[in-house]
């Protein structure tokens, strides 16, 4: 089992940038791949951007791929989320996600381990 808390989101104009960052407590972070995924009011969770447990793979969303860049650190139980470019569009709750499986997915459903979310708020 894996715990995971978010950290780094809040206020900033568009055009300028966001740095996430998920940590992640328990046994075996290396054993899970990562995403980020975000929610707007009235709207479902939305896949932003996945990574394979070793990181060698990374998984995009299309309204985000150019301007946004997952990583992590297995030795330090951490996955960042480098957000560039950012625009009122990408206010949401962002929440980082972990599944048992050496994939990532861009189905909400595959990920059995949540964050409690961080506000991402973008002003145009």
């Known amino acids: 089992q894996v715990q995971l808390v978010e950290s780094g989101g809040g206020l900033v104009q568009a055009g300028g940038s966001l740095r996430l960052s998920c940590a992640a407590s328990g046994r075996a972070f290396s054993s899970y791949a990562m995403g980020w995924f975000r929610q707007a009011p009235g709207k479902e969770r939305e896949f932003v951007t996945a990574i394979s447990w070793s990181g060698e793979y990374t998984y995009y969303g299309d309204s985000v791929k150019g301007r946004f860049t997952i990583s992590r650190d297995n030795a330090k139980n951490t996955v960042t989320l480098q957000m560039n470019s950012l625009n009122p569009e990408d206010t949401a709750v962002y929440y980082c996600?972990?599944?048992?499986?050496?994939?990532?997915?861009?189905?909400?459903?595959?990920?059995?381990?949540w964050g409690q979310g961080t506000q991402v708020t973008i002003s145009s």
């Open positions: 996600a972990a599944r048992a499986f050496p994939a990532g997915s861009r189905n909400v459903r595959d990920y059995a381990y």
